[in-house]
């Protein structure tokens, strides 16, 4: 079976430090990966999205970046974190393109001081 | 306006309610998914629907594509089902998601 793993659940980080969101996806190939913000009072809000390694598909300008080294891995970035960074970071996956079922991981929540 | 609404916002019931929850777009979709969102922010897929209804034990999930409305229906609720429940369209290969009905079942 599927499994979507995040790390880590919980962070605090100060403003102006780097970030580094782990998720990685266990028993699936060639999944497409999702990278979702859920902000304080706010409903989930889509970030970036890969349908391939190294292919990245930004939604919205914002402070971060995305990455995808290898098939099941997806990787959240960010040089230097905003207040305005603070949520709850959310990585799906689904198994094609289109408006197939999304599977969602367990979650980062990052609060940046 | 966003282009998923749901309605209500928040829902209190006491243990053993009939409960509806609604969503309404105003986007073009091919499916609509509800999710459920629990306290510690895990998100599990309920239903995937282009049409029709689907159900789950004791989760109902409808479609009304002409109008663009859905409906989560949840009976005999029990306390466990205190969630956050969230709808969401997928539209072009992504998800449009509302913002969430936070549902407290009392026992």
């Known amino acids: 079976s599927q499994t979507i793993h995040q790390w880590p659940a919980t962070l605090v980080q100060p403003v102006g430090s780097p970030l580094s969101l782990e998720c990685t996806v266990e028993g699936t190939s060639n999944p497409n990966l999702y990278w979702y913000r859920q902000a304080a009072g706010r409903g989930l809000q889509l970030l970036f999205y890969?349908?391939?390694?190294?292919?990245i598909s930004s939604e919205v300008p914002q402070n971060l970046s995305a990455s995808r080294p290898q098939d099941r891995q997806f990787i959240l970035s960010s040089k230097k974190l905003l207040l305005s960074d603070s949520g709850f970071y959310l990585c799906?996956?689904?198994?094609?393109?289109?408006?197939?079922?999304?599977?969602f991981g367990p979650g980062t929540r990052l609060t940046v001081l | 306006k966003n282009e998923v609404e749901q309605s209500p916002q928040n829902l209190t019931a006491q243990e053993g309610e009939f409960i509806t929850i609604n969503c309404s777009y105003s986007?073009?979709?091919?499916?609509l998914h509800w999710l459920q969102q629990h306290p510690g922010g895990g998100i599990v897929s309920l239903f995937m629907l282009s049409s029709g209804k689907k159900k789950h034990g004791r989760l109902i999930a409808t479609i009304n594509i002409q109008e663009k409305h859905s409906s989560l229906h949840i009976t005999a609720s029990h306390p466990r089902d205190s969630a956050v429940y969230i709808c969401a369209g997928g539209s072009q290969g992504n998800l449009i998601f509302g913002k969430g009905t936070k549902l407290s079942v009392k026992p």
């Open positions: 799906a996956w689904s198994a094609l393109a289109g408006y197939n079922e999304q599977f």
């Open positions: 986007v073009g979709i091919s499916a």
């Open positions: 890969s349908v391939g390694i190294g292919q």
